[in-house]
């Protein structure tokens, strides 16, 4: 489970899968009632939620052609 200050990522983590999404068709597909709820209306808050996920193991980022960041959710990392 994440460790991290929970409402934003998770939010986020819903519409990760195993398809690759860019950053911004991500907060596209989020709209403006669950950012606004999850507290992410900044696209940097969103960014960083994102960046939380990816930290935690949940998910993964990669770079299309344009250099665009592309992001889909991940194996959990395994506890030790």
């Given at each position: 489970m994440p460790t991290f200050s929970a409402r934003g990522?998770?939010?986020v983590l819903a519409h990760l899968g195993p398809e690759?999404?860019?950053t911004s068709a991500l907060?596209?597909?989020l709209g403006y009632v669950e950012l606004?709820?999850?507290g992410l209306i900044p696209y940097?808050?969103?960014r960083r939620a994102l960046e939380e996920?990816?930290?935690?193991g949940l998910a993964a980022s990669?770079?299309?052609?344009?250099d665009?960041?592309?992001?889909?959710?991940?194996?959990?990392?395994a506890s030790h």
């Open positions: 990522p998770l939010a690759p999404k860019s907060y596209d597909e606004m709820r999850a940097a808050a969103f996920l990816e930290a935690e990669s770079f299309d052609e344009e665009g960041t592309l992001w889909r959710s991940a194996q959990p990392r």
